[in-house]
């Protein structure tokens, strides 16, 4: 449900209707329950309502902040794996000058061929957090296949064919570091916590009492929008390959691959 909503709405769309969601909840569900129970305008339980809000809030900051930063990291390490395997696939690009033109040339075909299958068929999979290692596996096996098939013969070939089969390692453990990325998501238990303390939350600010009906507004509408930005923010990076905030294919389109685009 949360790649489909951010697949679908922009990030702002998003903000609007959790953000506005929940003020818009709040807000009627203050005026509900201070038409209901008029005492509670009084502030007649604010001593025991002041006490489990502040608890619960901090409480509920620390899962909060924890979650963020832990899903920010993930976000920012998916990034720096994609620049790296985009870099290592470059590098054989430029080992492969050091080979007979033939030769060059099968590995820049092989490469450009990989390069194109990340982009154009698995990243939209993806997207969809459901990444086919199969879809690009023909591409990895026809690379591999290039350098088996040929016997380097200049001492300079030997060093340059070590380091590009080398590089090719770096480049497969980076690719399913990718696909284990893309499949990130918030254990069931943290979702329970962030979305259902949510739930909780909010409802406690409408007991607390003030005797002025906008002040009153005021305070439940900014914890309400705190909250909904907040949870706006968990669900944009719990999936890093997905939504208006995603981790981009560019990396796999400049510098030395972008000849594969022209």
């Keep these: 449900m949360g790649i489909w909503l951010l697949n679908n709405f922009s990030t702002f769309t998003l903000a609007v209707l959790l953000g506005g969601g929940a003020v818009l909840v709040a807000v009627t569900g203050a005026l509900l329950l201070r038409r209901r129970f008029a005492r509670l305008a009084d502030g007649t339980y604010n001593d025991m309502v002041g006490v489990c809000l502040s608890m619960y809030a901090a409480i509920y900051g620390i ?4 979650v963020v930063v832990a899903e920010w990291e993930t976000l920012n390490d998916a990034e720096t794996n994609v620049a790296a395997e985009a870099s290592r696939t470059a590098q054989v690009v430029r080992d492969a000058a050091a080979f007979p033109p033939e030769q060059e040339r099968r590995v820049t075909d092989a490469v450009g061929a990989y390069v194109h299958a990340i982009v154009d068929k698995q990243w939209p999979l993806m997207r969809e957090g459901r990444p086919d ?3 690009t596996n023909p591409e990895v096996v026809r690379i591999y296949r290039v350098f088996q098939e040929y016997e ?3 001492e300079a070939e030997k060093t340059y064919y070590e380091h590009s089969v080398t590089t090719l390692g770096d480049v497969a453990e980076a690719r399913r570091t990718r696909l284990a990325d893309s499949q ?3 254990p ?5 916590l962030i ?3 949510a739930l909780v939350m909010l409802p406690l600010t409408f007991l607390y009492g003030i005797r002025s009906l906008r002040a009153q507004l005021m305070f439940v509408a900014s914890v309400a929008a705190l909250i909904g930005v907040s949870l706006l923010l968990c669900l944009t990076m719990d999936h ?6 995603s981790v981009s294919p560019a990396p796999f389109k400049e510098g030395v691959l972008a000849q594969f685009w022209r």
């Design 152 to 154: 380097p013969k200049t």
């Design 188 to 192: 069931p238990l943290l979702n329970v």
């Design 63 to 66: 899962i909060l902040a924890f």
């Design 195 to 197: 979305y259902g303390g």
């Design 240 to 245: 890093p390959f997905s939504g208006g905030l």
């Design 133 to 135: 290692p199969g879809v």
């Design 184 to 186: 990130q998501a918030l």
